[in-house]
């Protein structure tokens, strides 16, 4: 069963329309349109990837794949420009719709808009690499697998997303008929030739079921008056789709087989050309409907010149009043032009190439005129985060339009003079007409009605009759009669003058600025204050997609034909980083740098460091599986360390990092994306677990196995769609945190100060139990440089102040040093005592020398000499740790437990050997001749000495200071501890050296507190005692757990160090308990037990993060469902019980927390509530006394007060609200007048 055959690609991607949405129809919400294109789109990229697959099988047989290479790009072309277009809907119309109804959601989705442009750019760059290197074809094939594998997984999950969060707010928001103006606003701003294309490509992906739900979807986003252009969109529609439509595509006529097209545009071009030819052999010179054209430059030309005289009347006259219209004339010219070069390169360019014998003369860029024009749009635009004063603005306008008129002009006369002949030379009247007609399509619906008027007014009445006859009688039209009446009807309203100039400008004014009319209200709203004259009025440009959402695109539905210029400009000029969070002005960029001035979120800046790092990593090494099967378990226990890690991470920010955020107000709804981020990411996180396991249970070695083996193919195969997994991981992960980074953090350091940001640190902590904790510090040091590594544990400090988190820090380490040192050389940890011997050796003999490489950068020292030092092993001196603790990141790297040690010494370049002094003779001394200091005089001369010595850095010299001073202790230590261990062992017995039972009738070991297989030697009276308790019951002092360093096995009865399971040969391993803690020496075998690194001790229960969390301000853990409604005080555990006065922190008892925030004993609280109702310390109430407080009222009311009395007041201060006030006179009882409580005091 392991060795079925596996499935070469990654499983699909469920489709969008397969989830939340599934059960909503079209006709209900219109703006699931959008979603057909997700399901198309999806089937497209599934489509490419199967191709390249085959391409790549072909190839690798030896076949040629030539074919194969050329539809791979065909289809790339088509799905580029689709998903281009369907993000610059989503961009302009959709996303805009949502935020001017909720905020805070679409920014984030256009940025990954931006990132998935990014991975189609990638693919393109392959397909460059694959054409030019045919040598290489093979790996650039499977790259370009790679590619599409990675993006097919980004956008499936970005849709994915988009279902479940911006299409559900708009079913929501939106009414059906303002979804239903979004529809058609789309409808309206795609060019026709492309929208047509892309209609009939829609609607093969679909059954046609769906197929009569979109077509009733489109027939009702046309405006009722608008019969002609329903049949048009529906003929469409019914069209049937070529795979390799090439309509979306500029190439050449040989190529195009435009079979959406009345008449194909090869036959025709061949066709008409021959029968021109035999009729122009009689003359040279020939006019047809091509000449139309020259009226159509003049009228554009002409009103530009004159908007441009109007622009410089204002800067003159400094009145702006017109300022609005004339915008919007120059951006309706300038579309309209934009569009006309777009025709002449897809149209007109590929006749010229077909027919003209000096086509190399013919210069394609002299087809482009958008490009001059990009200056000038970006300033109509308005997208731009400046404040600009109206003249400036002005004169700007007046600059960059004389340069367009320029270029424009230029263009524009070499058409005439050397395009325009040649095809009147070449081309007949149909096929001119044909291509006038072509050109028409190259305009979207929603421009083409405002063109065709605004080039009617102009036209003569002779061109005019002629163009209409052309329309009425021509061929190329009469197979789309809908769209010959329309185009007839339009012209005959612009030529017969039916509509005014005012009114063509207003139809412009509700064209171009019903996405934006900001300019026109800022216009308004300043001329309301001030005159033109005498003020200076400005401009404040709106910024990106949030701005835009002033227009609230689903606040008004404008009846007619609707246009949104920014779709094509979206496509064809596109608008890096436009549409950012308006929140990003705080960060500017994303950034993983440590700052100079360190925040406490940058812990999380940090942590992405590290995470993008090792993701790295995984790619490395998944590359090279496929060569060397023993990488695997270097994957896979670096995948599974990032996979526990990332959980951690995740959870913290979705439960307390994001809540806060949304809780400030300041960005509601920012948060969701992310959220769903996490959970999406980790269901790539189990797919990729799920072909580990599959590699794992294959057992196979590349070495002595034939390349062509069945298993090895099957290996093979498997690592490759590992590597395409851990590239697609690393995109997504890296796309995630530059967002999160852009939006969520840079937010957070404006919103929270740094008190507030320390607390939500700490409550990230707090839910991390002490075995990640450390994990994560291990990770973190290894991926981080010295500064990086003193900054986060300086933040994790200030965040962690009230806790003994120092303290635990100090002991963890030093405990790891210390039972790690018997599982390595001796000579690699740096031992007080050798340090010394060195030392005298050093200073009596002028010879020595040290080595460079053991005081290189990344050697021992510069690491060491800032980590844990030996006083970190002292109880109670845990919170000195501020300069021994910069950097622990080689003791991280010696001492890594289960982390590979392997991998992180090579990613951090370390050196195998630690700081040896090396003499000039090299001499091996045993211990027992190791000279030491004796007194206090010789360690003083000694630490003067070093001090003096100019060969050493302060940095060298303070660590071996240290360890002078250390040195005494240390050997006291292991001196006490060999004899203690020497002397258990003999023959001489220790009190207590025999096994004690939990039940003693089946042998089970233990006492009646624990259930344990061991004694622990208690230093302070040097017995056996089976736990801690019972040494306290029978002794008249308290055991102290963190300075035991033996314990007893009760199997064997062999005295020895403390550890999980016995050390002796015959004990085999035999485990001391089911839980062991190395710092409090902790050995049980029935509990749940988890060690706090805040509290620095164990505590019963499953773990932080699972049923208790760590308050840093309270010092104490409590319960998860406590984290919101406990009342917080300052290390409030860190006192006495007020009844029985045990020391609460360390208490085994239960703890009570009282309504007013402090806390005693359960029982305690038991027996005092018997006789008082308020708290011991504070005296307010301990509950809810309102029946209490009514009993009292009744009986005041039968109360009779004397007639002296009755009239007197006593003023009282109550202990609940903690106001002063006057109450009736009364003998006991007297009633607060606020709050109604009893609970008073006389003043």
Sequence with gaps: MDDAEPDCDPPPPPHPLDGTLSGTQLVEAPILFFLYFHKA????????????????????????????????????????????????????VVFSALDAQVEHVACTYILEHESIDNLFESIANCLSGLIEDAENVLNSLEELLSCVRTIETVISQHMLKEEKQVFPLLIQSCSCKQQTSLVWQFLCSVPMMDLEALLAWLTSFVSPEEQTVIMHCIKEAVPKEEELLQEVLVSWLKKKHQPLCSSLRSETVKEAKCPNCTIKSNDMLKACSSSWNAESSQATIRHGPIDGLHIWHSAISKDMKENLDKLYEMKSSNDFSLLCSVTVELRFYLDITVYYSNALQKVFQPAIDEFCTSCSLISSERFKMGVEFEGLQRLLHLKNNDKMALSTFVEKLCVELEMVLIDLSKNMAYIENEVFPIINQNCNTELQQWLLYRSLLALPLGLLKSMITWFSAHLPEVEANAILNSINQGTILSDNKPFQSLLSDWIRIGYSGKISVDKFRTD???????????????????????????????????????DSSSSNCCAKIKDGITYSSDIYFHVHFPRKSNHLSPFQNSLGAPTSKCNVESRPVDHIIFFHKALKKDLEFLISVSSKLALNSELLVDFQSRFQLIRSLYQVHCDSEDEIAFPALEAKGEAPNISGSYTM?????????????????????????????????????????????????SIS??????????????????????????????????NMLGRINAEKLQEMIL???????????????????????????????????????????DKTDEDSIADPLKVEQELNIFSSSSAAHLSIEDFSDQGYISQKESSFG????????????????????????????????????????????????????????????????????????????????????????????????????????????????????????????????????????????????????????????????????????????????????MKCLIIQPVGPTCSTFSCNNFSMARYFCRICKLFDDLRDIYHCPFCNLCRVGKGLGKDFFHCMNCNACMWRSLSEVHICREKCFEDNCPICHEYLFTSTATVKALRCGHLMHSECFKNYTCNHYTCPICSKSLGDMQVYFGMIDALLAEAKIPDEYSEQ???????????????????????????????????
């Design 870 to 1049: 030996d006083d970190a092993l002292s109880v109670g001196e845990g919170n000195n740790c501020d300069e021994t603790n910069k950097s622990l990141n080689k003791d991280c790297i010696d001492f890594a437990g289960d982390i590979d040690k392997k991998i992180y010494k090579e990613k951090v370049k370390l050196t195998s050997q630690d700081v040896k002094f090396v003499p000039e003779q090299s001499k091996e001394i045993s211990p027992q001749e190791q000279p030491s200091i004796k007194s206090q005089g010789e360690l003083e001369a000694a630490i003067r000495q070093i001090s003096r010595n100019s060969a050493l850095d302060p940095k060298k010299k303070s660590y071996i200071i240290q360890n002078l001073l250390m040195s005494r202790w240390v050997a006291t230590q292991k001196k006490s501890l060999s004899n203690i261990i020497a002397s258990s062992n003999t023959e001489e017995e220790v009190p207590g050296q025999y096994p004690s039972y939990r039940d003693p009738e089946n042998l089970v070991f233990g006492c009646e507190h624990y259930k344990r297989n061991c004694k622990l030697l208690a230093s302070c009276c040097n017995r056996l005692y089976a736990c801690r308790r019972c040494h306290d019951d029978e002794a008249d002092h308290t055991m102290d757990m963190k300075t035991t360093l033996l314990m007893m096995c």
């Design 677 to 725: 981020d996490h959970k999406l990411e980790f269901e790539h996180f189990n797919k990729i677990s799920l072909v580990i396991d599959q590699l794992s249970r294959m057992q196979i070695s590349v070495h002595g196995i034939d390349s062509l083996d069945e298993r090895m193919i099957k290996y093979r195969g498997l690592c490759m769609i590992l590597n395409d997994m």
């Design 508 to 546: 412009l004014e509700k064209l171009f600025l019903s996405g934006n009319s900001f300019l026109k209200d800022k216009i308004k709203e300043d001329y309301a204050f001030s005159s033109p004259s005498k003020t200076e009025t400005s401009i404040v440009i709106s910024k990106g997609l949030c």
């Design 1209 to 1243: 007041t006593q003023a009282i201060l109550c202990n609940d609200c903690e106001k002063k006030g006057t109450t009736q006179f009364q003998w006991f009882y007297h009633k607060c007048p606020y709050c109604g409580s009893y609970n008073t005091r006389l003043l």
């Design 779 to 821: 990770w973190l040091m290894a991926s981080l440089t010295e500064e990086e590594q003193h900054a986060i544990m300086s933040l994790w400090r200030k965040a962690t102040k009230n806790t003994m988190f120092d303290e635990w820090l100090g002991e963890w380490w030093g405990v790891k040093k210390i039972n790690d040192t």
């Design 41 to 92: 789109l999806l089937f497209e990229l599934s489509e490419l990837r199967r191709t390249i697959s085959e391409a790549l099988d072909r190839i690798s047989s030896g076949s040629s794949g030539g074919e194969l290479i050329a539809e791979i790009r065909r289809r790339f072309e088509f799905l580029n420009v689709a998903y281009k277009y369907h993000c610059a809907a989503e961009d302009e």
């Design 729 to 762: 991981m690393h995109k997504l992960l890296t796309d995630h945190i530059y967002r999160e980074e852009l939006e969520i953090w840079s937010l957070f350091r404006e919103c929270f100060p740094i008190g507030e940001q320390e607390k939500i640190v700490g």
